[in-house]
């Protein structure tokens, strides 16, 4: 969020080229954050997810075919994938949309857009984590995936730059429950068999690979038929996410459902 903040500003005042060089700046930041962390302070058998009393008992290489092995985990990642194929491509589009009609500055328009996202992300994951502890990570899921539908809707059918304001607020609703239950979820299914992190792995593959497709598919559409089909197309392939989340839910009930 204040990275959003500054490079809207320094865009705004300095130009585009101001943005990429903050972005250097605060990569070389994040390094130097993450070579200060002492190694002696991580434990890794917890870390993977292994029970205390496992903790030197499955110590096997881990690969993806464990992974295929748990249906809960596959069907999950499914889910990932199709909610990242319908979201991913919904903030670029949106405010290629709007700049590319001179409707508005494209440093602060875009950083806005990632602004508010952000702002009502950090509320979201907050809430997330406390209805996990109660309800199970299975609901905090479920609302993520209807979200999205509701957020390409808006965006396809109110053409006007005012409405990054519920589509980026919807965008936070989705990521920021989503960002808490994703590892939850893998950690619940996978808890006990020191593959833990291994199945983040997998999720963030999903996530990435999704990521990768949606903007193919959203900018084929918005380039042949428009950015208000687009963006319902990219709804749609959303509704497919939550319809199979709802597949999901029911073969894997237990599974889904169990608190953090």
């Known amino acids: 969020m204040v990275s959003a903040i500054l490079a809207g500003a320094f865009g705004y005042v300095f130009g585009l080229i101001a943005v990429?060089?903050?972005?250097?700046?605060?990569?070389?930041?994040?390094?130097?954050?993450?070579?200060?962390?002492e190694p002696s302070?991580?434990?890794?058998d917890v870390?993977?997810?292994?029970?205390?009393?496992a903790k030197h008992q499955n110590r096997e290489p881990?690969?993806?075919?464990?992974?295929?092995?748990?249906?809960?985990?596959?069907?999950?990642?499914?889910?990932i994938?199709?909610?990242?194929?319908?979201?991913?491509?919904?903030?670029?589009?949106?405010?290629?949309?709007?700049?590319?009609?001179?409707?508005?500055?494209?440093?602060?328009?875009?950083?806005?857009?990632?602004?508010?996202?952000?702002?009502?992300?950090?509320?979201?994951?907050?809430?997330?984590?406390?209805?996990?502890?109660?309800?199970g990570f299975g609901i905090v899921v479920m609302v993520a995936l209807i979200?999205?539908?509701?957020?390409?809707?808006?965006?396809?059918?109110?053409?006007?730059?005012?409405?990054?304001?519920?589509?980026?607020?919807?965008d936070g609703v989705g990521a920021g429950l989503l960002g808490v239950?994703?590892?939850?979820?893998?950690?619940r299914i996978l808890r006990g068999t020191g593959h833990v992190n291994l199945g983040i792995g997998g999720m963030m593959t999903m996530h990435n690979v999704g990521s990768a497709l949606s903007p193919a598919l959203g900018g084929y559409v918005a380039a042949h038929y428009?950015?208000?089909?687009?963006?319902?197309?990219?709804a749609a392939v959303a509704t497919v996410a939550l319809l199979f989340w709802a597949v999901g839910s029911r073969m894997e009930g237990r599974a889904y459902a169990a608190t953090a």
Do not use: C
Not at 41 to 44: A, G, L, Q
Not at 47 to 53: D, H, K, Q, T, V
Not at 181 to 187: F, I, K
């Open 20 to 37: 990429f060089v903050l972005m250097i700046i605060l990569a070389i930041a994040s390094i130097v954050s993450v070579y200060m962390i």
């Open 81 to 135: 994938f199709l909610f990242h194929f319908g979201n991913a491509a919904m903030l670029p589009l949106l405010s290629q949309s709007v700049v590319s009609r001179g409707l508005a500055d494209p440093s602060a328009y875009t950083s806005a857009t990632i602004i508010i996202a952000q702002g009502t992300m950090i509320p979201m994951a907050l809430l997330a984590a406390w209805v996990a502890q109660r309800r």
């Open 62 to 79: 881990s690969g993806i075919g464990m992974l295929l092995k748990s249906r809960a985990l596959v069907l999950f990642g499914i889910t």
């Open 226 to 234: 428009g950015y208000a089909n687009a963006f319902l197309v990219l």
């Open 181 to 187: 239950a994703t590892p939850g979820m893998v950690a």
């Open 41 to 44: 302070e991580i434990d890794h």
């Open 147 to 170: 979200a999205l539908p509701i957020r390409g809707l808006i965006a396809g059918y109110w053409d006007n730059p005012w409405a990054l304001i519920p589509v980026q607020m919807l």
């Open 47 to 53: 870390a993977r997810g292994l029970e205390p009393s």
